[in-house]
């Protein structure tokens, strides 16, 4: 663990949760550290890979060097939950006088202005919690059928007020919000499935928390040629499904509620997908609604997929999913 330099008051404390992505975090890091902005600010990076941390080599010789106010640390209990409520427990401690804790992944980079931009936002509009768009950059040239399929679809449009947001890979949460909530970490039955961040967000919104979209706070994320395949995307619109799902049970939904909605799902899923092939021509992208409606059925069977485990590499990370959108 590193000890936080506290040579200045930090106004707002940035979050990495990192998981065996080294290279993708030095250009995280990087981004940060070309932020145009007054913001007195501090980077917490967690490392969920306590076997081999080479993300926290990475992070404490890169924020050593460039003196960026810092903490580190390895969380050894596996899974995304545990690293995300870690870097937002370590960061309240560590920087008392810090009133927002924003979020970005170890795949993505931020553009100069989303840090003066999210804190802007905040106290402009005084909301709990501010999200902002994440548009991707693909490894290789990607087909209309992936660049346009609904798992790289999120949030859009103009600066304005939202009943909610859905992930944290673009996010800000004011401090008050962590001590207005009965519970203000990350559920750990989401540890390995994905979705905490969902849960999260839909928990403050039943407590009352403000959302706000900052269109001008823009993050990129990475996308590897392995996640635009076929059987990445189906697979993935089938954990989405599992987890809306789950997020229901969770939420207080009864059984014989959350199972009419997976038949009233089941059945609307094939006009969705009718009016997306119309409007589209793909077929992959077509799937998107049958396969989601899939995954709900699935998880009232208890069949749940666990990509955040340590041996799935292809997804697994630090943080949680970015905007995956309730059905």
């Known amino acids: 663990m590193d000890q936080p330099q506290t040579t200045r008051t930090i106004e707002a404390v940035i979050c990495i949760p990192t998981f065996r992505r080294p290279d993708w975090l030095a250009k995280t890091l990087a981004s940060l ?123 859009d449009g103009p600066s304005r007020d939202l009943d909610q947001i859905h992930g944290t890979g673009n996010c800000l949460i004011r401090r008050r919000v962590f001590e207005g909530l009965a519970s203000p970490d990350f559920d750990l039955r989401y540890n390995f499935l994905g979705g905490g961040d969902m849960d999260f967000f839909t928990r ?71 009016s997306l092939l119309l409007r589209t021509g793909s077929p992959l992208v077509a799937t998107h609604p049958i396969l989601m409606s899939a995954g709900r059925i699935y998880a009232c069977f208890g069949a749940l997929p666990e990509p955040y485990k340590a041996g799935n590499t292809q997804e697994a990370s630090g943080a949680d999913s970015k905007q995956d959108l309730p059905d």
């Open 33 to 155: 550290k070309a932020q145009e902005t007054d913001v007195a600010f501090a980077v917490v990076v967690v490392d969920n890979d306590a076997a081999n941390p080479a993300g926290a080599d990475v992070a404490r010789s890169y924020l050593s060097r460039e003196h960026i106010v810092h903490s580190v640390f390895v969380e050894e209990n596996q899974g995304n939950c545990h690293a995300i409520n870690r870097a937002f427990g370590e960061a309240r401690r560590h920087y008392p006088q810090a009133e927002f804790f924003l979020m970005i992944d170890d795949d993505e980079t931020a553009e100069p202005g989303w840090l003066a931009a999210m804190v802007g936002a905040a106290r402009t509009t005084e909301a709990g919690i501010v999200g902002g768009p994440v548009l991707r950059k693909f490894e290789m040239p990607a087909s209309d059928a992936v660049r346009w399929h609904p798992l790289f679809q999120s949030i």
């Open 204 to 274: 403050c919104r039943k407590a009352g928390f403000t959302f706000y979209w900052c269109a001008d706070a823009i993050a990129y994320e990475f996308v590897p040629k392995d996640r635009t395949t076929a059987r990445f995307l189906m697979a993935r619109s089938v954990r989405t499904g599992s987890i809306n799902y789950v997020i229901d049970r969770m939420q207080g939904m009864p059984q014989a509620k959350a199972l009419l909605k997976n038949s009233v799902s089941l059945g609307l899923s094939f006009v969705r997908a009718a």
